[in-house]
Every structure is written in structure tokens, then in C-alpha cells.
């Protein structure tokens, strides 16, 4: 069975930073392409970012690209996200998803992070 | 990197159909063949239903369809259920490994 179980979110102060984890199983983790998708309280999905089976190519969305750095564990099937400069509007629901065929086939319970003085 | 347009709301009695659309550009939806659909109820992770335009993972019903015209993508839901009630949000590649999410639909079943 496939499982995908995220931590590390919390409350910050807006500038700060947090990293979040994916810890994954029942799958060969190297094998997919990963994503982060957030979701504010009350709003809808927003994509954040992906990262290949290798960690050689990733990609971001604009209003995270140069803040949020995603990261993948191959040995320890782990996925992170480690997010800098934090803002009040990066509040939200992270969750981890894997990929198929375009598609996030598998999703998290989701980690909330909250940005607030 | 705009959100796809969806509609806010959209709604259909037991056994009716409803059909979501899903409008982006030649840059993402009119561009490639990776759009995909997800079922969100409230409190709840998004469940995949649609991937690659069209194709259903296992285990979800074929009364959900998928198809594309150009820039605009469509989801069908015929013979409604209670269960169907949810948020519907679908999602394009956008290129140079970005994707985007549409604004999201909620359905509801009268």
C-alpha cells in the first residue's frame, strides 16, 4: 500500500523558515516524479513544485521560485521542502503527492504551516 | 503560471449529468495532453480521476469522463450520486516543469 505521511509544518514568523518532510512507502521512491501542492484555509489547490525520480531537475511555481527548495532522500525515501522568507499568504495545507503519467495518482494527509506574527 | 479557469459552482439531481469545464491556454491545456482531475471533499486530500485527458486510474467509477478541445478541458459526471458532492479541481502541465491547478468546482447534487 502506498503511503505518503508529511511533518515538519508549524507556526512561523513571516521571514522565517521551516522544512518540511514526505516520508514515503510501498512504492520504489526513486522510481516517480514528486510534487509539493499547497492549499490555503478555505481555497483551492495551488501547485509548488516537483522534482524528478534522481533530484536532477525540479521545477517551481513563480511565487515560491528563489524561497522554496525541494529536495528528495532517495535512501531514505524522504521528500522535503525547505521553505525560506516565509510570507502570510504561504499559509496553507502542504501536502506531498506522487506522480503518474502527469497525474498525482497518491497524496498525504497534509502538514499545515502557518505564517503569522 | 494563471490558474485555470473553472466555474464556481455547478449542480445536478440524482442520475442528471454535469459537465465541468476547465479553460486554460495553447500554453498548457491546448499545449499538451497531461491534464488531469481530482474529487476534493471537505477536509479530505484530493483523490485523482482523470489523467492524461482521459484515462480513469482503477477504482474510479465510469460514470466519470474526461475529454479536451483545444484550450479547454471537460469533465463529465453522469448518473449522479450523493457521493459525488465535492470540490473538482482539474490540473494542466504547463512546460518547463510547471503544472497549474484550475480554480476548482464545487458540484452539487440536489
Known amino acids: 500500500e502506498v503511503q505518503l505521511v508529511e511533518s515538519g509544518g508549524g507556526l512561523v514568523q513571516p521571514g522565517g523558515s521551516l522544512r518540511l518532510s514526505c516520508a514515503a512507502s510501498?512504492?520504489?521512491?526513486?522510481?516517480?516524479?514528486m510534487h509539493w501542492v499547497c492549499q490555503a484555509p478555505g481555497k483551492g489547490l495551488v501547485w509548488v513544485s516537483r522534482i524528478n525520480g534522481d533530484g536532477s531537475s525540479t521545477g517551481y511555481a513563480d511565487s515560491v521560485k528563489g524561497r522554496f527548495t525541494i529536495s528528495r532522500d532517495n535512501a531514505k525515501n524522504t521528500l522535503y521542502l525547505q521553505m525560506n522568507s516565509l510570507r502570510v499568504e504561504d499559509t496553507a495545507v502542504y501536502y506531498c503527492?506522487?506522480?503518474?503519467?502527469?497525474?498525482?495518482?497518491?497524496w498525504g494527509q497534509g502538514t499545515l504551516v502557518t505564517v503569522s506574527s | 503560471q494563471s490558474a485555470l479557469t473553472q466555474p464556481p459552482s455547478a449542480s445536478g439531481s440524482p442520475g442528471q449529468s454535469v459537465t465541468i469545464s476547465c479553460t486554460g491556454t495553447s500554453s498548457d491545456v491546448g499545449g499538451y495532453n497531461y491534464v488531469s482531475w481530482y474529487q476534493q471533499h471537505p477536509g479530505k486530500a484530493p483523490k485523482l480521476m482523470i489523467y492524461e485527458v482521459s484515462k480513469r486510474p482503477s477504482g474510479v467509477p465510469d460514470r466519470f469522463s474526461g475529454s479536451k478541445s483545444g484550450n479547454t478541458a471537460s469533465l463529465t459526471a453522469s448518473g449522479l450520486q450523493a457521493e459525488d458532492e465535492a470540490d473538482y479541481y482539474c490540473?494542466?502541465?504547463?512546460?518547463?516543469?510547471?503544472?497549474?491547478f484550475g480554480t476548482g468546482t464545487k458540484v452539487t447534487v440536489l
Open positions: 490540473s494542466s502541465y504547463a512546460g518547463s516543469n510547471n503544472f497549474v
Open positions: 510501498g512504492f520504489t521512491f526513486s522510481s516517480y516524479w
Open positions: 503527492a506522487r506522480e503518474i503519467n502527469g497525474g498525482s495518482s497518491d
